[in-house]
DNA sequence: CCCACTTTGTGCGTGCTTTCACAAGCACGT
DNA sequence: ACGTGCTTGTGAAAGCACGCACAAAGTGGG
């Protein structure tokens, strides 16, 4: 197997295929503990949850990786996605807000296996600041700045209650922090060029809540349609 | 604020809109703690961070619940969404895994406004079992099933370790739950009629680390293309 | 070497989403 | 009553995403 030239390919890989890429490394994985050397699509496809057709396709986005007859090779698929995905360099995290929330995410060990270390703890609390969490001091807000350029923090991770949040993710920006992840209940306000992603629990219940009433109204009536998910 | 009959409307709401209700219904209700009394589309796309059409064919998937020239009366509008997510009646919400994260969710207080209640806060650790978190006592994970019945369950929430998470879905399941929300990262297998949402900070992080590693490629140049192989 | 079998990669039809752009509708002033 | 100004609700077009179904490509047996 000898390298390749710069790989052509490069043209944009679809949104959608984007989201699902983590969910099949996170299936290759696994395979590969169990000591698995090479996978098909159709039971690659059927350990993440998805059309054997729509893994094939969104694995065609990266390039050709797969040998016909046989299957992809699992080791070199992860290396590959993992490439694709940005995770072969580490990324520096700093959450903000070490509430309960912020405590779960500081412990929550195997940050999706590697590439992700966690470089910062802030808080505005001063009962909270200089305490340690997972063997970090957390540290105060107001040195938010500071430790994004010292420690080179490139994603931002928010925890704080919504009322805090835009401002955090303000100082981030300003702070030349583009990736940012937010728990807080808010719509966060950002700049062109800064990629916000948003995890909202509230916001999964009142879907969930929405096709259980759906399922309840029309019950012993008309067939069910049941809904399936989307991230 | 008066209701309406039942409303004959009742086709079918597209999956995107019911995704972005909760997000208006926010947005709504802080508009209604400031005492603003009615708004524009455009207003109400502003606050919720989407496109104005967009929002407008939205609610036109509920009804016409708008006054041309004038807007919408937010008071009425939260009614309406509220009603169609199902908040207007109550949801038992059962977690499992009362770790960090299991915590953090059962203190997570207004559980997106009101129409979710924890009833049952259930762990497998001898050690957690007995103790009180948010108020109520962690039970034991096998008196899931009793627990489900005794409080009308009906919504089951997953924070255990990936390795536990398939099974206590399996057990929701046999207990008659059909909405889970799952928290563990793995892929839940469930019968048809089961809706599951996952939440997965990891895959979250991923596609940042996605993004954010495209924008730096294109950055300056596009030199570093690394086209190493791995054999 | 050839054939039967397996599995990838993809062209294509279908249906869902988003966005545009504008007619229709309502309030208000004259 | 009527015109003006603003905002909704919605056809229509464009763009994506999904999944089928099959040709292409590789494996292994005879």
Redesign the pocket.
């Known amino acids: 197997m000898i390298s390749r030239p710069p790989r052509p390919r490069e043209k944009g890989i679809?949104?959608?295929?984007v989201a699902?890429l983590p969910v099949y490394l996170r299936a290759l994985q696994v395979l590969q503990d169990r000591g698995t050397a090479t996978?098909?699509?159709?039971?690659?496809a059927g350990a993440a949850g998805?059309?054997?057709?729509?893994l094939?396709?969104?694995?065609?986005h990266l390039?050709?990786?797969?040998?016909?007859?046989?299957?992809?090779e699992v080791e070199y698929l992860i290396y590959q996605i993992s490439r694709e995905l940005g995770l072969t360099q580490d990324w520096s995290v700093a959450i903000v807000g070490i509430g309960n929330l912020g405590r779960a995410l500081a412990n929550y060990g195997g940050f999706g296996t590697r590439g992700f270390r966690i470089a910062a703890l802030l808080d505005a609390d001063p009962e909270v600041v200089g305490r340690t969490v997972a063997s970090l001091e957390v540290r105060h807000i107001d040195s938010l700045e500071e430790v994004v350029h010292s420690k080179g923090v490139s994603i931002g991770v928010i925890a704080t209650p919504a009322g805090s949040a835009q401002g955090v993710a303000s100082r981030f920006v300003e702070a030349g922090v583009t990736s940012i992840l937010n728990f807080a209940p808010v719509v966060l306000n950002v700049p062109d060029g800064v990629d916000v992603r948003k995890v909202d629990l509230s916001i999964e219940l009142q879907i969930l809540a929405f096709h259980a009433q759906r399922r309840a109204d029309g019950d012993g009536r008309e067939a069910e349609r049941v809904g399936?998910e989307?991230t």
Chains 1, 2 share one sequence.
């Open positions: 679809p949104e959608a295929t699902r996978v098909s699509s159709e039971a690659l998805v059309n054997s057709a729509k094939r396709k969104d694995l065609s390039g050709s990786y797969g040998t016909r007859g046989v299957g992809y399936l989307m």
